[in-house]
């Protein structure tokens, strides 16, 4: 104690002294070195730390306070306190130490406590001012004490709030009542608190304990704006709270977020990942925000294909807690997307709709409506009265909802309409009555039938077209049916049927039998109808057959029907046919006529042909005999002027040769009769001949005729030497005649040779008059001439040429002809022959013994005296002898008797011919026969054929030929003997 410069009078004094005092170091733990008896006694014995921190003092609390009081086991003492001085003491004098007595009042230190807690507010005032305030005023409101006090309080209550405070203070304040109220304070920062008080007033003071209770309005605010959230969600929609503190990382749902979440995941597994997804989100969301957003709103996906919208806000400046909802409005979206496909169903429908009230308000219309009444698409029509201008009965519609509720639940209507655009259509309306919420609504479905009615209509016309045209037309159309069991009916008959088969139109109904039909056919038909009627059926193709029916029900007269008809198999296996009948009678009446025309005219056919072939036959034998006559004339030295005289004679002569012959040639071709030859010749030899026979008319015609035979042309050929001679004879006389002091060229190629055939060019060129294109194709008409003057001109009958194409064309060949008019024609042809083979060749290897040809003796058989006369000459100027009999009879005694070379046999004679002669000499003789005729060669040639005759000359005849002919048949008979 002496360091501390405490003497002994002042410790005596307070040892001595009844009141607690003690002494304790300045520095830290404040050591207490001294303390008093009472002290002791009191405090000190039971200290467990004497220092003033075991004391449970703060010192620094007391720094500026002279007292303090100290709780110890339970009791308050008052000290009074010395401090230690910087000039003097260097301890802390506690003294004046006593027991503060309360009596169930709280303690000094309990009241001090009191007043200095941060809970609330407590203040003392007068009037309108505070004298004292608690040192809680600085946590709750942000100021110092001394900022609040002996200042006017108005100014920091909320203006809202003023008047209310003003009226409580001057009502209670005279009663000096006890008031609560409720007032916002403003707060240092600015911000106004809520601050709960109850005031005691008293005669000159007041007393305020103040709680500050703005955070239940912030959380009510924060309520209401939670609820508010939720109030926004979409109809129909499941919605709940949350809450989230982004810094903790909790989220809080509500039981009906919690259903949500469990309803789209089933679990509660997945209700973990669903809130660090969704804690994530949020984080995101707000990064993303700027400071002065305060709310934000977004979709979570709590899976692949569901989804929650939520909105969210801060409840308070922490920006780290959110507050907001979620939703699941999926099934309000299936609703709504449900309900959209019904409306757009119901406006799209294709038929025209309404849903009317039985007032006819019209409740609902669809698209189709304005469409059918021809309205603008937007114009809205709402009581069916509106309608009226359109219908025909302008109160229709009272029918339509009025209609009786029978047993049909739809009643329908038709009714006209001519819409806005003006059409006329026809409406087929059905009404339905429908109940809704206990009010009666009519269903109204409206539709176009116009155009089924037109269809209608058309197919009704068609068919009355058709029922009309079958009964028109002439005959009577069917049909028939055979089916799968073998029956056959007629499932339709026209009216006509009953002309043709002769029933009463009553009796046509029964005739739906097939045998009823079949009873009507003449017997001798029945087969021919039957049978057609099967291969028809059997091969499926259209059935045609004309037969006999009884013409009436009693008549036994039959008439003439002709029956066709097309099979159709259907899909049933029945077998069907259409088909008609019709009556032919007179067709047939005038087929016979026909029949028996045709039969006349070929009968007068034939006459003129025998006519022809007859006065040919009798032209031919005088003709023959004035030939023969100048040929013998000629041998008998005639002078100039009589061989002139022959010349003109023998010209005339040939000409009328060549003519008859193109008549009968034509005649021939004409009947089909004319056949080509196939006879070995000498190509060479022959075309030689038919020069040599023209040169005298080259020479009249002052022409000179050339010509020109290639290489290999020598050969014997098969083929018609007769025929081939015409044609060129023909082509060069032609050439001839029209060329005048000019050329005519024959040119004869070999153009090839394949085997045994030779293709050979032939060609007839003058240097005449020439074609004119147009009458090039012409002239190979019958009977055709450039100019029918020409004939007069030039002679001819217009016949060569044809005659000459038609031959060409029998002999694979065909003509043509360039010509150009003043410069000359060229006629030219190709032919084809087989060749000849080498044994044509065989007689001339036995030429050596080639019989004489000297002092012939001849048999002629010729019952014209003038031919007689003429061949005779012929065969005399020969040097040969002959014998002459009159017909085949004695042409058979005189061969039997004697002996000749060669006969000369007619054909045609009396009392035998020369057909059935050569039979009878066959039998005994083996002499050989040459046919003599004027009748056309081909004609006769089969029965020469058949006969054996050994040759055949045609009259007139050409002594030449006729020698030639001769020397060859005995050639061969002696070859063959
Ligand atoms: P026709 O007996 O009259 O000669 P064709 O049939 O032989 O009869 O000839 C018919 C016509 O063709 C002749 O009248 C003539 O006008 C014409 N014609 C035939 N050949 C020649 C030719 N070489 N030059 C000019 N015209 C010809």
Known sequence: MQDKGINSTFKKIIYESSEMVFLADDSYPYSIFYGNESFEEEIGESLKEKTLVGLGLDINAYIFKEELVLTHGKKDFSFKLELPQDSGSNYFLFYQGKEIKTHGLPSRKEAYQFFTSKLDLIAIGKYDHLTYLNSSVLSVLGYETEELLNTNLCPFIHEEDLARIQGIWKSHQKNQEVALCELRFLGKDGNYRHLECSVQFNPETFFVIARDISYRYIQAKNDHKLDSLIDSVPDLTKSGKWKVDLEEQTVFLEPSSNLIIEGLLGN?????????????????????????????????????????????????????????????????????????????????????????????????????????????????????????????????????????????????????????????????????????????????????????????KKVEDSSNFLMNLTDQVPGGLYQMVLNSEGQMNFSFLSKGINAVLGISPQKIHEFNDISTAISKVHPQDLPQVIMSSVASARKMEPWQCQFRVKSGDNNQEYRWVLGAARPQALENGDMVWYGYLTDISKQKEFESKLDEARLAAEKANQIKSDFLSMISHELRTPLNAISGSVYSLFHEDPTDNQKSALNTINFAVENLIIMINDLLDFQKIEAGKLTIEHIPFNLKNTVDQVLKGLSFHAKDSKNKLNLHLSEGLDIAVKGDKTRLSQIMNNLITNALKFTNEGNVDVRIELLGQVRNKVKVYFEVKDSGIGIAPEHQEKIFDDFDQVKPTFSTKYGGTGLGLSITRKLLSLMGGKISLDSQVGKGS????????????????????????????NGLHLLMAEDNDVNALVLGKIIKKWGYTYERVHNGQEAVEAARIGKFDCILMDIQMPVMDGFEATIEIKKFSGTPIIALTAAAKLEIMERIDECKFEGFVAKPIDAAELLKRIKEVIKESNYKA
């Open 268 to 456: 509660d597994l997945a209700k973990d990942t669903f809130q660090s997804g969704f804690l994530n989100q949020l984080k995101e969301s707000v990064k993303t925000l700027t400071i002065e957003q305060q709310e934000f709103e977004g979709e979570f996906w709590v899976s692949e294909s569901e989804k929650v919208d939520f909105s969210a806000f801060f409840p308070n400046k922490n920006r780290s807690i959110i507050w907001g909802v979620i939703w699941d409005n999926s099934k309000s979206r299936k609703i709504i997307s449900e309900f959209d496909f019904l409306k757009k169903a119901w406006i799209e429908c294709p038929d025209a709709m309404m849903i009317v009230k039985p007032d006819g308000q019209i409740v609902l219309s669809n698209k189709e409506v304005n469409q059918l009444f021809g309205l603008e698409k937007n114009s809205k029509i709402t009581h069916l009265e509106d309608l009226n201008v359109f219908f025909e009965e302008s109160y229709d519609w009272r029918e339509w909802v009025n209609f009786p509720s029978g047993d049909a639940s739809i009643s329908r209507f038709s009714t006209l309409l001519i819409n806005e655009k003006g059409q006329q259509l026809t409406l087929e309306l059905a009404a339905s009555r429908m109940e809704f919420d206990n009010s009666m609504f009519i269903t109204l479905s409206f539709r176009n039938i116009s155009e089924k009615i037109n269809l209608e």
């Open 826 to 853: 060229k006629f030219f042809f190709e032919l084809e022959f087989d060749v000849e083979e080498e044994k044509q060749k065989i007689p001339m290897k036995v030429d050596n013994q080639t019989p004489s040809f």
